[in-house]
Structure formats: structure tokens, C-alpha cells
């Protein structure tokens, strides 16, 4: 089992920035992903940005240039600096981890989610 606890989040102006962070424990494995998904009332659950223990990164179209996303794997922690911030960035986000083991890719573990909510 992994748990994963959230920090960050809040109420932002257009413009404006925060940063998410999100600590992992319990059975991490060393080859792994964690990352961001976001999602609004009605809508599906999407991918904002994902890294892999080795550095590869997945940004969605919608945050490249103004999102960033980093890791300790040392410490089994994910940030997501968040620039630039508009109102369609408003939703919950979730901090997510998923491991390689036993020869294949595992399912996401979920954090408890922390709303963002960008508005004037």
C-alpha cells in the first residue's frame, strides 16, 4: 500500500501562482511515477503532469510553459510549481503514484485531493 498526503492549494488570482507538494509513503517501489491529474465537477479526471523516478516528464498541452513539476526521490515527494494561473485551471487536483514491479505497471494511488481555485 502507498499513501500519499497533499499540501498547497488555495485561492489565486488570474496571474497569480502556487505551488503543490505531495509526500509519498509506505511500499514505494524505485522505478515509479507520481504526478498531478485535475478535475472539475462533470468532468473527467485528467493529466496535468507526471514524472518518472528517472526524469521523464509528461506535461499536458494546457500548463506547458507555466507549470512546473518536480521530485525528491530521496525523500518519495512530488511539487508542482503552478504560473500564470487562469480561471479554467480551477479544479481539484490529485497527487497520483504508480509503480513498476513483478515485471509490469501497477494501478494509481490517489491522494485526498486539494482544491485550486483561480479567480478575481
Known amino acids: 500500500q502507498v499513501q500519499l498526503v497533499e499540501s498547497g492549494g488555495g485561492l489565486v488570482q488570474p496571474g497569480g501562482s502556487l505551488r503543490l507538494s505531495c509526500a509519498a509513503s509506505?511500499?514505494?517501489?524505485?522505478?515509479?511515477?507520481m504526478g498531478w491529474y485535475r478535475q472539475d465537477p462533470g468532468k473527467q479526471r485528467e493529466l496535468v503532469a507526471d514524472?518518472?523516478?528517472?526524469?521523464?516528464?509528461n506535461y499536458a498541452d494546457f500548463v506547458k510553459g507555466r507549470f512546473t513539476i518536480s521530485r525528491d526521490n530521496a525523500k518519495n515527494t512530488v511539487s508542482l510549481q503552478m504560473n500564470s494561473l487562469k480561471p479554467e485551471d480551477t479544479a481539484v487536483y490529485y497527487c497520483?503514484?504508480?509503480?513498476?514491479?513483478?515485471?509490469?505497471?501497477?494501478?494509481?494511488?490517489w491522494g485526498q485531493g486539494t482544491q485550486v481555485t483561480v479567480s478575481s
Open positions: 514524472m518518472r523516478s528517472d526524469s521523464i516528464i
Open positions: 497520483t503514484y504508480r509503480d513498476y514491479r513483478d515485471g509490469r505497471w501497477g494501478y494509481n494511488y
Open positions: 509506505g511500499s514505494i517501489f524505485k522505478i515509479n511515477y
